[in-house]
T-cell receptor
């Protein structure tokens, strides 16, 4: 089975540019999560969706960040304008709903460098 | 405030030298505790879920245990391929089902032959 697919794997861009990260969740999973990982802060939740609807975006650092999920098989995380402090690895994860808590399954991330 | 603390930050072992990683947590009611393994350049890979104190789960050389305040990941006779960062995460009882996890910063394990 295909896992969570993220693109691009690496992105290097200059400060002020728009950055769009993409995620395809596992088919049949109805929860999708965006995380950011840094050495200082570890893995932090940015936003999550249930059935394509954003449920909690309290982790989005500021208005420069936005996320969408237009359908069950695609989500984007956009940063506009980007800043050097946004440099991190961004992960997408998905999970299914079940009687017991199902584990989240992660993609391999996008390593973002803002110069 | 809900939080997860992992120790040690880094651990170096010789092949075959057993040890344990610690994950202590403070949450207002534990819904589940998760262990993940993360290899360099990869996303976290799910290992175990523990739900209640006294529960144990095993997979190959790994065994996870849970008490009311902490979890241990025991590694028996490790091999170099066990080298990775091990992440612990918790989900609190008061959160909505499906809410994201709170992660610790991980323990980076290096096993040399």
């Amino acid at each position: 089975d295909a896992g969570v697919i993220q693109s691009p794997r690496h992105e290097v861009t200059e400060m002020g540019q728009e950055v769009t990260l993409r995620c395809k969740p596992i088919s049949g999973h109805d929860y999708l999560f965006w995380y950011r990982q840094t050495m200082m802060r570890g893995l932090e939740l940015l936003i999550y969706f249930n059935n394509n609807v954003p449920i909690d975006d309290s982790g989005m650092p500021e208005d420069r960040f936005s996320a969408k999920m237009p359908n069950a098989s695609f989500s984007t995380l956009k940063i506009q304008p980007s800043e050097p402090r946004d440099s991190a690895v961004y992960f997408c994860a998905s999970r299914a709903t079940g009687l017991a808590d199902q584990p989240q399954h992660f993609g391999d991330g996008t390593r973002l460098s803002i110069l | 405030e809900d939080q997860v603390t992992q120790s040690p930050e880094a651990l170096r072992l010789q092949e075959g030298e057993s040890s344990s990683l610690n994950c202590s947590y403070t949450v207002s009611g534990l819904r589940g505790l998760f262990w993940y393994r993360q290899d360099p350049g990869k996303g976290p890979e799910f290992l175990f879920t523990l739900y209640s104190a006294g529960e144990e789960k095993e997979k190959e050389r790994l065994k996870a245990t849970l008490t009311k305040k902490e979890s241990f990941l025991h590694i028996t006779a490790p091999k170099p391929e066990d080298s990775a960062t091990y992440l612990c995460a918790v989900q609190a009882e008061t959160w909505q089902a499906g809410t994201a996890l709170i992660f610790g910063k991980g323990t980076t394990l290096s096993v040399s032959s």
